[in-house]
């Protein structure tokens, strides 16, 4: 009897045994299945740490800053004007586009005087796709800076830019140019100021001083859009190149912000600019005249070369 209870002790210890084993093994299977399938899934999903950050630079930053600040003040200009022909062709029309900025509120906008000269129909194009109709207010060709005013855009879409000082400008300032080269409206060109006191020549016989040139890119179709200091203020208009190509060579003017802010007063409230007027005509002092006048080699000044009559040099007795 007692061998018969042993044996039977000992079969059913044998069955729970297997019974153990065999749930272990179903415990472990499964839990293989659950880790290769996590496994999975974590491949399938992109990690965020294998993805790059973008990196921006304070200078980047700072660049996108001003055209987000001033691009809105900045609008493009599209011209219709008359040109000067011969015979059957005395009435010919040629297209043309340029650059402007508002300065105030009224619909007031500053361009230069060669992008509107002339002009049948002004179009002005704003950053945020509006398009209208501009009239000329009034222009001055010696400082090549007109006021056209826009009046179909409320004021609460006009936002005008600031101007600064352009007598506290210095050679190596950053810049910023934003126009429209070649009609690619909203362009953003960047430079140095590489000159400052620069003379250029107006629509007529006389010269525009102090003023502004830059290695940042100006092309046509930038003409009368702003330069800017890395404030967002404009310091000045950009006007004209030197350029055997008639696109950028690293050097163009702009007429300095301190003078383009009388103009454009004045042309607003008068219609026409008052100018200091002395009538004579001449040019700095050169080897050619240190020699033939036996000067001193540091002597500096203006060789007269003419005096206009009944002049304020005339009066004064100043003669060639």
Do not use: C, K
């Amino acid at each position: 009897m007692n061998r018969i209870l042993r044996r039977m002790s000992l079969v059913l210890l044998i069955l729970m045994v297997g019974i153990g084993a065999f749930a272990v093994g179903t415990y472990t299977s499964s839990v293989r299945a659950s880790t290769l399938a996590a496994v999975v899934a974590q491949q399938a999903e992109p990690s965020a740490q294998t993805t790059s950050p973008v990196y921006v630079t304070t200078n980047e930053s700072l660049y996108n800053g001003i055209y987000n600040q001033v691009a809105q003040s900045v609008v493009s200009i599209n011209v219709i004007a008359r040109q000067a022909g011969y015979g059957y062709f005395s009435d010919q029309y040629a297209s043309g586009t340029g650059t402007g900025f508002v300065i105030d509120t009224q619909g007031h906008i500053v361009t230069n005087y060669h992008v509107v000269e002339g002009a049948r129909r002004i179009e002005v194009n704003f950053f945020d796709g509006r398009i209208v109709r501009g009239e000329l207010v009034a222009g001055d060709r010696d400082s090549d800076i007109a006021v056209i005013r826009v009046s179909d855009v409320p004021a609460d879409m006009l936002v005008p830019i600031t101007f600064g000082d352009s007598n506290a400008l210095f050679i190596g300032q950053e810049v910023v140019a934003i126009g429209s080269p070649f009609n690619q409206p909203w362009t953003m060109t960047t430079g140095i100021i590489s000159a400052l006191n620069r003379s250029i020549r107006g629509l007529n016989n006389y010269s525009i001083g102090s003023v502004i040139q830059t290695d940042a890119a100006i092309n046509p179709g930038n003409s009368g859009g702003p330069l800017l200091n890395l404030q967002g203020q404009v310091i000045g208009v950009n006007s004209q190149i030197i350029s055997r190509t008639s696109s950028n060579s690293g050097i163009g003017f702009a007429i300095p912000s301190n003078l383009v802010s009388r103009v454009v007063r004045q042309l607003i409230e008068d219609g026409t600019v008052d100018y200091s007027y002395l009538g004579i005509s001449g040019g700095e002092i050169n080897l050619y005249w240190i020699d033939a006048l036996n000067l001193d080699n540091a002597s500096r000044g203006v060789v007269v070369t003419s005096v206009e009559p009944r002049s304020a040099a005339a009066s004064a007795g100043l003669q060639m």
